[in-house]
């Protein structure tokens, strides 16, 4: 297992335009997160899935933001309508959660989008 | 959960040992404390978790006092490769649910 992957790593893209992103965790987890974490920032939790139930939301993510992960597998990101104050790295990260068991969250290697 | 607080940044040379050391006045009963390791252009990585007293693995220790109101972080020997920021969290057990991260402390290693 080469552990969370995400797709791009890196989007520039202008104002106004939608953009998706792509998470694949590590194949047995059945939890999926993602953050968004500005320059000098720490991470900023965003939503999570159990399998392929979005169980919370942050009020960071506003109406333009949505999320799913279809069959509890791949998760995708999309934020339409981009604005200058988007521009952030977007972290996934998925971890293993069965009944009184819970393990650590695994990161992947983000997505750093850049809205012009 | 609880809010916790840790230095911007510290430096170092390799070799030596280094210590960051976080706050957690508020932590409760039964929250937890775990370390993450962030380099550049990447996603943070799980480096240690300890509920009191002393917990230590390959990468380092944990040292937490009885009162569990701080915790220090213990790198042994540092090299240039451990240059990152180092975020200090407080909740649940492995925090299945979301993680809360603060600033961080910028550790700088110098040769």
């Known amino acids: 297992d080469t552990g969370v992957s995400q797709d791009p790593r890196h989007k520039i893209t202008k104002r106004g335009q939608n953009v998706t992103f792509r998470c694949d965790p590590i194949?047995?987890?059945?939890?999926l997160y993602w953050y968004r974490q500005t320059l000098g920032q720490g991470p900023e939790f965003l939503t999570y899935?159990?399998?392929?139930?979005?169980?919370?939301k942050s009020r960071l993510l506003s109406d333009r933001f949505s999320a799913e992960r279809p069959k509890g597998s791949f998760s995708t990101l999309e934020i339409q309508r981009t604005e200058q104050g988007d521009s952030a790295m977007y972290l996934c990260?998925?971890?293993?959660?069965?009944?009184?068991?819970?393990?650590?969250?695994?990161f992947g290697p983000g997505t750093r989008l850049t809205v012009t | 959960l609880a809010k916790t607080t840790q230095p911007i940044s510290m430096d170092s040379y390799e070799g030596q040992e280094v210590n960051i050391t976080c706050s957690h006045n508020?932590?409760?009963?039964?929250?937890?404390i775990t370390w993450y390791q962030q380099f550049p252009s990447q996603g943070p990585r799980f480096i240690i978790q300890?509920?009191?007293t002393k917990v230590t693995n390959e990468v380092a220790s944990l040292f937490i006092p009885a009162d569990r109101k701080s915790s220090t972080l213990s790198l042994p020997r540092v090299s240039l490769s451990d240059t990152a920021v180092y975020y200090c969290?407080?909740?649940?057990?492995?925090?299945?649910?979301?993680?809360?991260f603060g600033t961080g402390t910028r550790l700088q290693v110098f040769p």
């Open positions: 300890g509920y009191k």
């Open positions: 990260a998925s971890s293993l959660d069965v009944g009184d068991t819970s393990y650590e969250q695994y």
């Open positions: 969290l407080v909740g649940p057990f492995y925090n299945t649910d979301k993680l809360i």
């Open positions: 899935f159990q399998n392929e139930a979005q169980l919370e």
């Open positions: 508020n932590i409760a009963t039964n929250d937890y």
């Open positions: 194949s047995e987890h059945n939890r």
